[in-house]
């Protein structure tokens, strides 16, 4: 399996536009993550699903951002409009099923820089 | 006070060195994790404990749930070795809450 996929590597936009990250999870695994890691406030959860449906969204910052996950193979998280405090690696993890202690696997994280 | 704390912050020490890294926590948990992130950025999965002691390769972990704490060593530590080493703990209210550590930074000099 090539682990989680996430595109694209790097992405450099102007406040205002608009921004969409892609994440493909593991094949098999019913739960996947978006991780906001800045310098100041390290690795933040974001949003989490479990069978494609939206568990806990408590972490996502604020209305400009949003996630969805339309089927078990892929989900994006979007921001609109961008703002350079949103500047940040945007990680994806997946694991399978929801019992206690699962491991997540991680995917190479997307740099976001807002200008 | 953090609810997952690291120490040390930083370590650079000499290749061959026996390496140990401390993570304490102060909530009930299910599970522990270490992950390593290198300068590039990407994060890679170490080891999940919820007891005991685990092995791969060079890395040996340990957790003691009655004390929460656990440490990651790392033997014969060679340049490569070089990364930010996070702990983070499920807490056990939470089945997907991940609580993270500060992070941290191991340098190997050759």
């Known amino acids: 399996d090539a682990g989680v996929i996430q595109s694209p590597r790097h992405e450099v936009t102007e406040m205002g536009q608009e921004v969409t990250l892609r994440c493909k999870p593991i094949?098999?695994?019913?739960?996947l993550f978006w991780y906001r890691q800045t310098m100041m406030r390290g690795l933040e959860l974001l949003i989490y699903?479990?069978?494609?449906?939206?568990?806990?969204d408590s972490g996502m910052p604020e209305d400009r951002f949003s996630a969805k996950m339309p089927n078990a193979s892929f989900s994006t998280l979007k921001i609109q409009p961008s703002e350079p405090r949103d500047s940040a690696v945007y990680f994806c993890a997946s694991t399978l099923g929801t019992g206690l202690g699962n491991e997540q696997f991680f995917g190479p994280g997307t740099r976001l820089t807002v200008l | 006070k953090n609810e997952v704390e690291q120490s040390p912050q930083n370590l650079t020490a000499q290749e061959g060195e026996f390496i140990t890294i401390n993570c304490s926590y102060s909530v009930g948990i299910s599970a522990l994790h270490w992950l390593q992130q290198h300068p590039g950025g990407g994060i890679v999965s170490l080891f999940m404990?919820?007891?005991?002691?685990k092995k791969h390769g060079r890395l040996i972990a340990t957790i003691n749930i009655q004390e929460k704490h656990s440490s990651l060593h790392i033997t014969a530590s060679h340049p490569r070795d070089s990364a930010v080493y996070i702990c983070?703990?499920?807490?056990?209210?939470?089945?997907?809450?991940?609580?993270w550590g500060a992070g941290t930074k191991l340098i190997i000099k050759p």
């Open positions: 699903f479990n069978n494609n449906v939206p568990i806990d």
């Open positions: 983070a703990v499920r807490d056990m209210d939470s089945n997907y809450q991940l609580i």
């Open positions: 404990l919820s007891s005991g002691k």
């Open positions: 094949s098999g695994h019913n739960s």
